[in-house]
């Protein structure tokens, strides 16, 4: 059963950085690409960014040169280091994962930055 948990959440203030984990099981992490989204209240699911089984990434155009995705094979964890934070960065982040041609999502960490 594939599950994916992100954590590392919480309120920061601009210009901060701040650094999310989503720890993957149930599938052979690595092999399959790797998504962080995210959601603001009334609106639908922003891609933010991407990593896939060779380790090419991509970014979302509002937080390229800000945010890089990695991920630790070993500790089955795919990361989100966010720095320059600005308040249109807070919503709530998901990860996802393609296995096997079935998204999964992970239960959201919400991120806040605020005076």
């Known amino acids: 059963q594939v599950q994916l948990v992100e954590s590392g959440g919480g309120s920061v203030q601009p210009g901060d950085s701040l650094t999310l984990s989503c720890v993957g099981s149930g599938f052979r992490f690595g092999h399959y690409i790797m998504f962080w989204y995210r959601q603001v209240p009334g609106k639908g699911r922003e891609f933010v960014a991407e990593i896939t089984s060779l380790d090419g990434t991509r970014y979302a155009d509002s937080v390229n040169g800000r945010f890089v995705i990695s991920r630790d094979i070993d500790r089955k964890t795919m990361f989100l280091q966010m720095n320059n934070l600005k308040p249109d960065d807070t919503a709530v982040y998901y990860c996802?994962?393609?296995?096997?041609?079935?998204?999964?999502w992970g239960q959201g960490t919400q991120v806040t930055v605020s005076e």
């Open positions: 996802r994962a393609n296995v096997d041609m079935q998204t999964y």
